[in-house]
């Protein structure tokens, strides 16, 4: 968590289907189903895009639950990482990136704010939104990618 808001200087081509599946392996999913709808290289800091995809989807298994869906596809300038969950109520959305915010009594709250971190880091935008599902959508614009 230390480094994770520095600013990015190196950014490397980093095959996001790949580094998804990596970060899958990584975190208790349980009976959790990934649908990766996406074949872009971005450039970034491979180990903390890792650590916001795994971030991500922590907080989806442990919000909606070990059979919830995590999809990630394609946005014109970056990539959503969406859950068919219970969402986030509208006027919670800003919050949930803040230091120390969790609806959950076991949480620390760090989750998504080093999400944020990570993105600011690499200069990109975070939006907290609602899937087609009704589920959590993050969306994650400004990113460049590789050729």
């Given at each position: 968590m230390a480094r994770s808001d520095q600013p990015v200087t190196d950014r490397s081509p980093v095959d996001l289907p790949t580094l998804l599946d990596r970060s899958w392996q990584t975190v208790q999913t349980g009976s959790a189903t990934l649908d990766s709808r996406t074949d872009r290289v971005v450039r970034a800091d491979q180990s903390r895009l890792q650590q916001l995809l795994e971030n991500l989807t922590r907080n989806a298994v442990e919000h909606g639950g070990e059979d919830v869906t995590v999809t990630v596809g394609d946005l014109d300038n970056g990539f959503y990482l969406e859950d068919d969950g219970p969402g986030i109520p509208a006027d919670e959305r800003e919050k949930v990136f803040e230091t120390g915010y969790s609806t959950s009594s076991e949480g620390?709250?760090?989750?998504?704010?080093?999400?944020?971190q990570v993105v600011s880091a690499h200069d990109w935008q975070i939006e907290a939104t609602e899937s087609d599902d009704g589920g959590a959508r993050f969306e994650i614009t400004g990113v460049e990618f590789a050729d």
């Open positions: 620390v709250g760090f989750g998504l704010s080093i999400v944020a």
